[in-house]
């Protein structure tokens, strides 16, 4: 039987950067593959490149899915880096603790007042922020939030946590800055917000809320690596590579990007000797990723999971995936933003090209298209609306949200493909309530529309809905690659 991974199997060469010394600097919560791949590789590095005691408490949210074996494995594991040219392994070191929130908030709260950790980071998921999706703030009447503001009580949201972490910290008034790493359109400006509300809601003192305007910072960055989630072929590759064991390994591809404003309030790592940007065009960034790429990657998971398309690269090789999505980035997202100094679309758009192309990442169409409610509403209500403002129909974002509706809540008498049952939805039951008794494919379309899914201005768009419901008809009576056709005649 091959060995576990461990510190004391750890074989020559394969450690990525550097350990970190045993003082954790950072608290980090949500940890899932993506952080994994992403900023613990950046501080790896960047301790290689300049020191620093930056080690990562890391919380994952409700299961112990990760912590258990990284616990199991001295906190190590394994990034399996997914190249066309051949696959290699190295081992990551930077976590010094591990556990589960949910199984002990009070010590996330601790962590987070403790003023040894200088940044507490965040990849919670678009779910995790806890917002209205019509007024984007805090929902005050999620069942959670609601019990997490009682006063006495143990936070169970992440939102909750760190609002009560830092009303602890302000005793010490040490600075701290809370780096969300979602996907998410002004992510630390929207954690800030949603933070200072709950505050507010929980009637916390003056002197609390002055420490957290004046010495906690909550930067906005844009985080990019395709990493899906990990099988027992990566476990097996790992194995061969590295010749141990490893439970929890993370699969990824090469590719890494990382913008950040350079706002810390306690100092952070030399992310920037790492690869990281440090700019002060977030806005840009983030719209360039957040719509080109992830706006085009709901609609190819949502066409995909219609058509059968288990994975991203076989929905990308569908003719009728990639022209709805190449015509959508030039006529529906890229008009919408004015682009980071320098920016090559043509480039960035092949270079998405050969991302998405790649089979070996083997990204399921079911994983990119789960949250669809929380997730489409940064990828589809502004971009629909700049456009809808100047007369036009974005008819490829109605597409995607015909798709979604397609996938999550069909109409009665529409069975998408079995796909779309493994499609993780939060609001599904929400939504059948919402269509329950609707007549007409109109009638189910106009419900969601109007139901609190969709920010209101974007709900009194009648000729955006009256769209999506064309298409939904054609989806559910000639197929998606009907629906597809007609969004190119369309525009033409
Ligand atoms: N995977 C990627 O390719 C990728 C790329 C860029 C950004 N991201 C961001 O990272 C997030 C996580 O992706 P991942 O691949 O690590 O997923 P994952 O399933 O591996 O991990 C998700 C993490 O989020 C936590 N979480 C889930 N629901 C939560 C909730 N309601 N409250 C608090 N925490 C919650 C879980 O504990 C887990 O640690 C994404 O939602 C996205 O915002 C992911
Ligand atoms: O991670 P999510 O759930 O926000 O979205 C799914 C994918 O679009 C996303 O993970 C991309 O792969 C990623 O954002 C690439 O950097």
Redesign the pocket.
């Given at each position: 039987m091959t060995q576990g991974l461990g510190r004391s199997s750890v074989p020559a060469g394969t450690l990525i950067g550097a350990s970190a010394p045993d003082r954790t600097g950072i608290v980090h919560l949500g940890l899932g593959n993506f952080h994994r791949a992403h900023g613990a590789v950046y501080t790896a590095q960047a301790m290689a490149a300049a020191g620093g005691d930056w080690g990562i408490r890391g919380f994952a949210h409700s299961s112990d899915r990760v912590v258990a074996p990284m616990r199991a494995q001295d906190n190590l594991y394994s990034i399996l880096q997914l190249t066309e040219g051949g696959t290699k392994a190295g081992v990551v070191d930077v976590h010094r603790d591990t556990g589960v929130a949910a199984h002990d908030p009070a010590a996330v709260v601790a962590a987070i007042a403790d003023p040894a950790h200088r940044i507490v980071s965040l990849t919670v998921?678009?779910v995790g922020y806890t917002r209205d999706p019509a007024t984007g703030r805090l929902a005050l009447d999620h069942p959670e939030v609601a019990a997490d503001l009682v006063a006495g009580s143990t936070p169970r949201t992440a939102m909750g946590m760190i609002a009560r972490g830092l009303e602890l910290r302000a005793a010490s008034g040490a600075p701290v800055a809370v780096l969300s790493c979602d996907?998410l359109q002004s992510n630390g400006d929207v954690t800030r917000a949603v933070v200072e509300e709950f505050l507010n809601a929980a009637g916390v003192n003056d002197d609390v809320l002055s420490f957290v305007s004046s010495s906690v910072s909550f930067p906005n960055a844009m985080?990019?690596?395709?990493v899906p989630k990990t099988t027992a072929e990566h476990s097996q590759r790992v194995e061969d590579l590295l010749g141990v064991t490893d439970r929890c390994p993370v699969p990824a591809e090469d590719f890494s990007m990382w913008v950040l404003e350079d706002d810390f309030a306690g100092g952070r790592p030399a992310w920037d000797l790492a690869g990281a940007t440090f700019s002060t065009e977030l806005e840009a960034y983030e719209m360039v990723k957040l719509r080109l790429?992830?706006g085009s990657?709901s609609l190819i998971a949502y066409l995909g999971v219609l058509a059968g398309a288990p994975t991203i690269d076989t929905a990308w090789g569908l003719d009728f995936v990639r022209e709805a999505v190449l015509g959508g980035i030039a006529e529906d997202y890229l008009p919408t933003f004015t682009p980071p100094t320098g920016f090559d679309a043509d480039a960035y758009v092949s270079e998405l090209d050969a991302r998405w192309r790649n089979p070996l990442i083997g990204?399921a169409t079911t994983q990119?298209g789960?949250?669809g409610s929380v997730?489409l509403l940064q990828r589809i209500p502004d971009a629909a609306l700049f456009h809808l403002r100047r007369g036009r129909i974005p008819h490829r974002l109605a597409l995607c949200t015909a798709a979604w509706i397609a996938c999550v809540a069909p109409p009665a008498g529409f069975d998408p493909d079995p796909l779309a049952e493994r499609i993780a939805e939060p609001a599904r039951e929400r939504l059948a309530e919402t269509v329950d008794g609707a007549v007409t494919v109109s009638d189910h379309v106009r419900r969601i529309m109007t139901g609190g899914f969709f920010p209101a201005a974007l709900a009194d768009q009648d000729v955006f809905t009256a769209r999506v419901a064309e298409l939904l008809t054609l989806i559910t009576r000639d197929g998606v690659r009907t629906a597809a056709a007609d969004v190119a005649a369309a525009s033409r």
């Open positions: 998921s678009e996907n985080v990019d690596r395709i790429l992830n990657h990204h990119v789960s949250d997730k």
